[in-house]
């Protein structure tokens, strides 16, 4: 029907250019439209009188735009527009036909069969002749690859990844000579480059497609979304965790069909399930993130932990409900400088807290009297012998420091710069505790450590109270793995609420920006911030706005672990992001279809100083006794930073020892760090297995092609043709002799006489 009234093929006006054979200028048309149209409103105004009452109002207006139209059609047609359009010469262009070969094209959709069945019988039954009558084609398979197939027998859904950017990217330099005319593509739309922008596809291939003027047409298979579906999007989870801490993830998914149900999220090791938790699930394909925490277990090395998320009834695709993640599991053990001011039952219930947690060791120094510190916990006898350090080299030897009930000048304006150079430099974590001689008590307020307190701390020395108050979660202490003495949320939000009163408080002051209140005292009629943290520098720093906490194992049940899990807690999160003399990062711990992969070593000397002369080497063992050595090479703009890269060829998981040594005939070790990561080849290809539609539409219209539905590919061999690339001609079509013209001509006419005939006015 649209070729019969307007002669010609759609593409011929999608992609054509209107323009006029007459020798008249453009501009005289449209003077000309104005003035008649013009000069017909004069007429149709004066002819509105009492002697025509039936052509008052609007009725007068609809006849003059209708004789104008009449008209303008007139005038257009003398100056004789015609479309100009370029098209593709008859056998002597290629078209280049890519089918997408990638596993999720074996996904079997709703009629039984599977995508590559579906795109297959397509060029069988009628595509692939159709365009051989005009052109020469060449078939391509495209997976991790593009290459080159004869014949469509070879083509077979088992390459383990889809990467259409770069295999076009490809396609476009290796036929750089060849007279191209279009690039066809038969895909599902799913893809897993890491290459790919925004929309699916790089800047950079589209503007290599646009210098060719090559368009690319695509037909898309599979279910633009699936009816019954549970999908996991992304595990967020730390890549390292220390022997015997809690773990949290935050697992994101996707479901589809199965809104208000509930579906059971599990972490395993191996075999053994260490946490589980079922959750409700949110309306159609929005994405869902639940927290989940378990134990990272006693046992130190590397793990392959699997995050799933239990099949329900129905499911259409079982391969995305589950995820691995690596985890490093330390058991180096970590030490924390404990100085505490004055005798007191907190220091005795903390210390007690972490004799049993074999990672964390407390050295110790008590002030019993003005002149006399009694230590515990030390390394040998000269640790902490002259007191609280004066050099970097011995401060920064821990991991993390509390600071007790001590006042600000019982350190020394040095030792106060040192604990500030501690957190911003070194990297680690400061936690201050209240008491009678602490915080704004303590005169810290006035201090020149001032900076370093995740408040303002109140002005004055009476913000000590020794009187009771209860605690209870911020909605950010709900959420955190500090405060969470129950995996339930909201059965550790009550937990907090009961727990016996604090046998003091203390008045920290107000939260400064970037500051995150984990806890609160109930002091009274005031509410007051207990457990406040903040990142600083490159550390981190925390107030417990109390010296009570010991009440909480001395009131609790006998066996009631809430204190000692606490404290275990909140010193590993003090602690735990804490680097040593040599820190590594690797580009990314999970490696998709892709084993190449960028480290990252960050090297310091004992003062936490750019170590800029050091020799960098990593020993990388993996799946099928694969060890390899590699050799780091100094950065030229940030000294003391060191980068490798390296590719790990087979799929699994791998390990990598890093070690810092001194340049020079005498080598010495600076440090080492240890770090896990993992390839999988193929995985990709189970998730996002519906069409991605959006993808294929968005490719073909910005290169000039067109998105097709296997079932509406009639006009697909004849339309292909119209391309600017390859030999092409371009021909003029006019467009005064068209069907439609003479219809609308005609139509107009005899619509006018109606309606005057209608209003009486014949």
Known sequence: MFEYLLKYPAPVFLKGRIIFL?????????????????????????????????????????????QSAFLSLILLLLWQPAMTVTALNSQQNIIAIVVDTSRSMAIQDQDGNSRETAALDLLRNGLLAGIEKRFQVRLYRLGKDLSRVEGVSNLQPVETATHINSGLKQFVEDTADLPIGAVLLLSDGGQNSVEMGEAGVAMETLQALRNRRLPVHTIGFGQ????????????????????????????????????????????????????????????????QTEPLYFAAGSAAGAKELRFAIEPLAGEENLKNNE?????????????????????????????????????????????????????QGIANQSELADGFPVRPEDLFGYAGIIIGSVDADYFTPLQRELLREYVDRRGGGLLFLGGRGSLSDGGWGTSSANELFPTFLPAGRNNFHRNSATVELTP?????????????????????????????????????????????????????PL????????????????????????SEALGDPSHDLFWQQLLRWLIADTPGEVSVSVSEHTLIDEGNLRLTAQVRDPQFQPAADAHVTAHLIGPENTSAWIDFVPSQDSPGLYT????????????????????????????????????????????????????????????????????????????????????SVRSTNELWNMPIIFLLLLGLSVGEWLLRRRWGVI
């Open 22 to 66: 007459s020798a008249w200028p453009v501009w005289l048309l449209a003077i000309l439209i104005v003035v008649f149209s013009a000069s017909l409103a004069v007429l149709t105004h004066r002819r509105i009188s009492d002697t025509v009452p039936k052509l008052r109002n609007w009725r007068p207006w609809v006849l003059w735009m209708m």
């Open 224 to 287: 633009p979304e699936l009816r019954h579906d549970l999908e996991i999007e992304n595990v967020s989870v730390a890549p390292s965790a220390m022997i015997n801490s809690r773990v949290s993830a935050a697992i994101s998914f996707v479901q589809h069909g199965y809104v208000g149900q509930t579906a059971k999220i599990t972490v395993r090791d191996g075999g053994k399930t260490i946490s589980s938790q079922e959750v409700k699930l949110v309306p159609n394909g929005v994405l």
């Open 323 to 375: 995820v691995i993640r690596p985890l490093l599991v330390s058991d180096k053990k970590r030490r924390i400088l404990y100085v505490e001011g004055e005798p007191r039952w907190e220091f005795k219930f903390i210390r007690r807290a972490e004799d049993e947690d074999a990672t964390v060791q407390l050295a110790s120094m008590l002030r019993t009297s003005e002149n006399k510190v009694y230590r």
């Open 476 to 528: 950010d202490g709900a959420d955190s793995p500090i405060t969470r003495l129950l995996d339930d949320p909201s059965k550790n939000v009550q937990r907090w609420k009961k727990l016996t009163y604090l046998a003091d408080y203390q008045d920290a002051g107000s939260p400064k920006p970037g500051a995150t209140v984990l806890a609160q005292m109930n002091a009274g009629r005031r509410k007051l």
């Open 531 to 554: 457990l406040i943290t903040e990142n600083y520098g490159h550390g981190r720093t925390a107030i417990l706005a109390t010296g009570g906490t010991w009440r909480w194992q001395m």
């Open 644 to 727: 490798a890269s390296w590719s790990a060829d087979k799929p699994g998981g791998y390990l990598a020892e890093i070690v810092a040594e001194t340049e020079g005939k005498q080598k010495q070790e600076i440090g080492r760090d240890v770090l896990t990561f993992r390839r999988e080849d193929g995985v990709a290809e189970n998730f996002h297995t519906e069409q991605n539609r959006t993808f294929l539409q968005h490719l073909s219209s910005e290169t000039g092609g067109q998105y097709w539905k296997p079932d509406g590919i009639k006009d697909l061999a004849q339309n292909i043709s119209y391309s600017e690339a390859g030999i």
